[in-house]
């Protein structure tokens, strides 16, 4: 069953998006920002511009204002902040990133999430500092939040949170850098640029793909039953090489992939983070989904894979195998008659339809949408197309922009999203 939740007291958003949407046992909410959708940065959690030095800065009053919201949601989706798996934040300023992790202690002090937090190209506000976003198992389900932190991975300290987060089929591991947590990049991922035989995103790509496959096969699993990952790196021409660590792991294509170019990670040095979700195959089973009909993703990924109920598609732009398609691009000779993203978003909306139907999905099964702008004055054209798509019960949405080139350059959005059929 799909059901969406949003508060009675809140304003419609600029565009039609669910704040929370149900999906089975688990919760899957849109990016929150501190805001009412009409002044900006709510009263409560705005910093005085008479007084812009008194109080607690302007990412710790977000954050609290974010999470105290994100409980209530919860709440009545059936929820509640100890039951996050899986959360994911964008700041802006890296500088902020203290004051966010401390304020967020208060919120998430029983057995937190796994996490990644990352450094955004901008937020949908001007003075946004900070947005929050997670799936959570409902409460009196028959899915049950398991922290597991067993595994004896290289690494001298965990970050605050497990190494990974159990409920029903699936098992959620945090964004991962390849840290030691005490000096920064693990020796075994350095890279001595003295000489010129090693690049940093080869051996701190290796070194996360070893962590991550000493939890899952401490856990009974292994990288073969990853489904989903999100790659962020902080340089997109890093990709190539980036490419053949991945096939050397995932020879026969691998998970749902998306790509996410970021403005900064939370470790001097890193270039690489990656967050996975596997599925327990004694519990449910997975099929990869390819149809003709779209483009094939990169990284020789599906374009979507199914787990049990959940419909995990890769990340998608305008753009096939020769850059960003015609049809979506605009005419030189003609540039103002046409919108540049709206024929994106249109093109790719186009292609979530076809892998949804080769899986046996329709369009209102779809649950949860990131965008990813390399231009937020795009973001309200991007979203043209919901409106006709999802007359009542639309998905969840997270909104963030992203340094440009994504991994296409010409495209201005990529979008990921995952379905839910019972």
């Given at each position: 069953m799909?059901k969406v939740f949003?508060f009675?007291?809140s304003p419609?958003p600029?565009?039609?998006y669910?704040?929370a949407v149900?999906a089975?046992?688990?919760v899957f909410t849109?990016?929150h920002?501190?805001?009412?959708y ?6 409560e ?9 008194i109080?607690p800065?302007?990412?710790t009053r ?5 999470f105290?919201?994100?409980g209530?949601?919860l709440?009545?989706?059936?929820s509640?902040?100890?039951n ?13 990133a203290p004051?966010f ?8 002090a029983?057995e937190?999430p796994?996490?990644s937090?990352?450094?955004a190209g ?12 997670g799936?959570a198992v409902?409460s009196?389900g028959?899915?049950?939040?398991e922290g ?20 029903g089929?699936?098992?959620f591991?945090p964004?991962?850098t390849?840290?030691?947590?005490k000096?920064g990049?693990h020796p075994e ?5 003295t000489f010129?035989f090693?690049r940093d ?9 070893k962590t991550r ?18 790659i ?5 021409a890093?990709?190539p090489?980036l490419n053949?660590v991945w096939h050397?792991?995932?020879?026969n ?7 996410v170019p970021v ?9 690489v983070e ?6 327990d195959?004694s519990k ?7 149809t003709d009909k779209a ?6 990924a599906p ?6 109920p959940y ?5 998608l732009?305008?753009s096939?195998a020769?850059?960003l398609v015609?049809e979506a691009a ?13 024929l994106q978003a249109?093109y790719?909306?186009?292609?979530v339809a076809?892998i949804?139907e080769a899986a046996?999905?329709a369009i209102s099964d779809?649950?949860?949408c990131?965008?990813?702008?390399t231009?937020l ?5 991007s979203?043209?197309i919901?409106?006709d798509a999802?007359?009542?019960?639309p998905?969840a ?5 992203v ?6 350059p010409?495209?201005?959005a ?5 379905a839910?059929s019972a």
């Open positions: 799909k949003n009675p007291e419609d600029p565009f039609p669910s704040q149900k089975g046992p688990l849109s990016g920002l501190a805001t009412d009409r002044s900006g940065i709510i009263a959690a705005a910093v005085d511009p008479q007084n812009p030095y109080g800065p302007a990412v977000q954050t609290c204002y974010i105290g919201a994100l209530r949601l709440r009545q989706a059936g509640s902040l100890d996050l798996v899986r959360v994911e934040q964008f700041i802006t300023e890296r500088d902020d004051g992790v401390n304020a967020r202690r208060e919120f998430l029983n937190p796994t996490s937090l990352l450094v901008g937020l949908e506000l001007p003075d946004a500092r900070i947005l929050v976003e799936i409902e009196e028959p899915w049950k939040k597991f932190s067993d595994a004896d991975v290289p690494v001298n300290a965990r970050g605050g949170y497990s190494l990974a987060q159990r409920t089929p699936f098992v591991l964004g991962n390849a840290s030691d947590f000096t990049i991922a350095r890279v001595d640029h010129w090693e995103i080869v051996k701190q790509t290796e070194f996360i793909l496959r000493i939890v899952l096969e401490a856990m009974g699993l292994s990288l073969t039953d990853v489904v989903q990952a999100t962020y790196v902080t340089n997109i890093d990709l090489d053949v050397r792991h995932f020879p294509g691998g998970p749902a992939v998306t790509i403005a900064g990670l939370a470790v001097a040095g890193s270039v990656i967050s996975v979700i596997a599925l195959g449910e089973r997975s099929r990869r989904i390819d483009p094939p993703p990169p990284f020789r374009h979507a894979v199914q787990a049990g419909l995990f598609l890769s990340g732009t305008a096939d020769h850059g015609r605009v005419d030189a000779k003609t540039p103002y008659y046409k919108s540049p993203v709206r249109a790719i909306f186009r292609n076809a949804c046996g999905f779809l649950v949860k990131h965008t990813l702008l231009d004055n795009d973001m309200v054209g979203f043209d919901w409106r999802f007359p009542k019960h998905p949405s997270t909104v963030v922009g340094p440009a080139p994504l991994i296409v010409g495209c201005r990529l979008q990921t999203w995952i839910y």
